[in-house]
């Protein structure tokens, strides 16, 4: 990480790229300092950058990539359907063997609807708790990230100076100039805290077409969401009759038929996304078949008319199809245990260097964090100065090492790892730590 900027290869590239992008970027997810690392090409879960170093990778584009990279199966797949089309105005077989799939993993994906990415998967969950409810506000969760429509991005990054009281959290724009009215439209409830988000949906009675609501949401700390919480929310839209919008984008992957399966949960709608595309853009709303028809072309009047150039396009369908088949009850258990050797290995190392970090997560995912005791909402998770200074040297510190995270120090796991992967990264963050402990 030590080299200047001119230096590499990397560097170069990322000087060519300040010139026509933004920052240098296309989504801000891939900016590092002082440069981002431009892949070249990568197999299994090796990637390797355009100056021939190799790291095990533990990002897998944003936790989407089950299986890794380039993985034969999907690859001869996709190959056969590339020499076949890739985009039709027609529809296609493998779109409906795609959806026949995702309907069999979970009783509550009545119906479903393929779209582009998870922002839109939000998005059109949204609109459609609107057209069947006929309101127009929504509520969320603090912190929670769900993609970039208007109303799903409130709040998504609030600091101590903007996020209000407790009580009543503040409704916070993340890009400047979003209308006013849709800030007015979204209460921002508090995760794993009943009471307080009970009395904040309590004030909206009657006006809220759904509670939006990740079970394991990734910025607010990566801690599952307890199940009398999730009952109080679930038995709150009931009687009120707003609709519960699980997204599920990347939670999906902690069981066969979602993170849902591990409580006593139908929600009206679940959104979907990333690893069901098999590393090609995806997003998919599915649910209860009254709330889905909002969308039934056929109807005698279409409450929300709904399409996309790219929707269902084959050969996503045809990489997602493949990549879902593959990972089957015994994949998803198998990458559950590695994660769960890892958080415990984790765990052992903290214990044995004595810093102050801890380990939070669920399913095929962990996060690291430079706390000393896991973060129960976003309030908690929100890193100071020092934190993500300490934090930033620890991703520095294993990108040296050969590994590759997500840049909140979270990983997730995948079908072509093993024990020894997970056991590079262990003994990898605990030298990190040391050092940590070493330099401050
Ligand atoms: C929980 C969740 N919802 C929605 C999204 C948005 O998905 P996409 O980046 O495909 O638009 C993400 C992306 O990271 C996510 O993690």
């Not at 990637?47 to 989407?64: C, L, Y």
């Not at 890739?86 to 609807?113: M, P, Q, Y």
């Not at 991703?395 to 072509?416: F, K, R």
Request: contains cysteine; glycine residues 10%; aromatic residues 6%.
């Amino acid at each position: 990480m030590g080299e200047s900027r001119s230096s590499s290869a990397n560097a170069r590239l990322y000087e060519r790229a300040l010139e026509i992008l933004p920052g240098g970027v296309s989504r801000n997810t891939v900016l590092r300092k002082p440069h981002p690392l431009y892949a070249d090409h990568a197999a299994g879960c090796r990637i390797t950058d355009i100056e021939g170093v190799e790291r095990i990778d533990f990002s897998n584009n944003m936790a989407s990539l089950i299986h890794g990279h380039a993985h034969p199966a999907i690859v001869e797949a996709v190959t056969e359907q590339l020499k076949r089309g890739t985009a039709f105005s027609e529809a296609t077989e493998i779109e409906v063997r795609c959806a026949e799939h995702l309907v069999s993993r979970n009783a509550g994906f009545e119906k479903l609807r393929f779209v582009n990415s998870g922002t839109e998967a939000v998005m059109g969950a949204l609109k459609a708790s609107r057209a069947f409810t006929g309101r127009a506000k929504i509520a969320k969760i603090e912190g929670a990230y769900h993609g970039q429509y208007d109303y799903a991005e409130v709040s998504q990054n609030p600091n101590p100076g903007n996020w209000g009281d407790v009580d009543a959290p503040r409704s916070v724009p993340v890009a400047w100039g979003t209308p006013p009215a849709a800030l007015a439209d979204v209460v921002v409830i508090p995760f794993n805290d009943t009471e307080r988000a009970l009395a904040l949906l309590d004030r909206h009675r009657g006006e809220l077409a759904c509670v939006l609501m990740d079970l394991m949401p990734h910025r607010v700390g990566l801690n599952l969401a307890e199940p009398p919480f999730v009952k109080a929310i679930r038995e709150w839209t009931e009687a009120d009759g707003a609709l519960l919008v699980l997204d599920e984008i990347i939670t999906f992957r902690s069981e066969y038929g979602g993170a849902q399966t591990w409580y006593d949960l139908t929600p009206d709608l679940t959104t979907l996304g990333k690893f069901i595309g098999g590393g090609f853009p995806v997003g998919a709303l599915a649910g209860r078949a009254e709330v889905m028809n909002v969308m039934d072309p056929l109807a005698e009047f279409v409450q929300f008319p709904h399409s996309g150039t790219f929707s269902a396009n084959p050969i996503t369908m045809t990489a997602g199809l493949t990549a879902m088949e593959l990972f089957d009850e015994e994949a998803v258990q198998r990458i559950n245990a590695l994660a769960a050797r890892a958080r415990e290995g984790i765990e052992e190392a903290i214990r044995s260097t004595g810093i102050t970090a801890c380990v939070t997560g669920g399913g095929s995912l962990l996060r690291v964090h430079v706390k000393a005791s896991p973060p129960t909402n976003y309030r908690e998770a929100f890193l100071n100065a020092e934190e993500t200074r300490q934090l930033t040297g620890l991703l520095g510190h294993l990108l040296d090492e050969g590994i590759t995270m997500i840049n909140t120090c979270t990983a997730a796991m995948s079908t072509v790892m093993g024990e020894s992967e997970i056991d590079t990264l262990v003994s990898a963050m605990e030298r990190g730590f040391a050092k940590i402990r070493e330099t401050g």
